[in-house]
């Protein structure tokens, strides 16, 4: 009786919970954490039911990636992007090159900014001369004064404007400097990779060549290890 009940408890194989022998189905196809689905992204693996997600959003080949580099618009499968960063690294470069043009231009910009500053500071000292020697009327004091005022105002606020695209400018350059090494670092490490490999394949060939040899000659064959 207790082996036929359909009520008896049996533990799971996959999350160790105990469930009634009759709900196992149910509990697989539909609770069980641990149960392994295949991911549905159909990229071969079976994850289990509670790391599905995490899968899919860090391990998955068959996730959507965008590329990392500004301006690039590569995009493809996570298994495809080692292969369009090894392929497509001098086209990631051109695009750090363009965006420092582009930054020098704008600092370009805003030298012409800063000597247009430098043009008012010559007109207010010259105002501010011409209050000096204003004793013959009132009217023209006030109004040099005033004058005066709005012009410091408005170098005040186009300083202050300067000074903070200066510093975004700082910034940006301070990111394209990473970058930058950053690609050349990667450039590097695919190079030495690349040298790796090919190491590994001429070892590979001279041993398959060894091999045809002593088959030719009748001598015993022993396979070598694969590098």
Not at 50 to 63: A, G, P, Q
Request: glycine share 4%; charged share 30%.
């Amino acid at each position: 009786l207790a082996h036929d009940c359909a009520f008896r408890m049996v533990v799971c194989q996959y999350c160790s919970q105990r469930v009634p022998v009759s709900e196992v189905d149910v509990h697989n196809s539909e609770k069980c954490p641990k149960f392994p689905k295949e991911c549905p992204q159909h990229c071969g693996e079976q994850v289990p039911r509670c790391e599905l997600e995490l899968h899919m959003k860090n391990f998955c080949s068959r996730t959507k990636l965008k590329c990392t580099y500004p301006e690039c618009t590569w995009d493809g499968f996570r298994v495809e992007f080692p292969m369009h960063k090894r392929d497509d690294h001098l086209q990631h470069l051109d695009h750090l090159c363009d965006q420092s043009r582009a930054t020098s231009n704008i600092v370009s910009v805003l030298r012409e900014d800063m000597i247009g500053t430098r043009r008012e500071l010559t007109e207010v000292a010259q105002i501010v001369d011409r209050l000096k020697g204003s004793v013959g009327s009132d009217m023209s004091v006030v109004d040099s004064a005033r004058q005066a005022r709005e012009k410091l105002t408005s170098m005040t606020r186009r300083m202050d404007q300067t000074i903070s695209k200066v510093n975004d400018m700082e910034t940006r350059f301070e990111l394209l400097e990473r970058r930058v090494a950053l690609g050349h670092a990667e450039v590097k490490s695919l190079s030495d990779k690349l040298d790796k490999t090919t190491n590994a394949l001429q070892t590979n060939i001279v041993s398959l060549i060894t091999i045809i040899e002593q088959q030719n000659t009748g001598s015993a064959v022993t396979l070598p290890p694969l590098v």
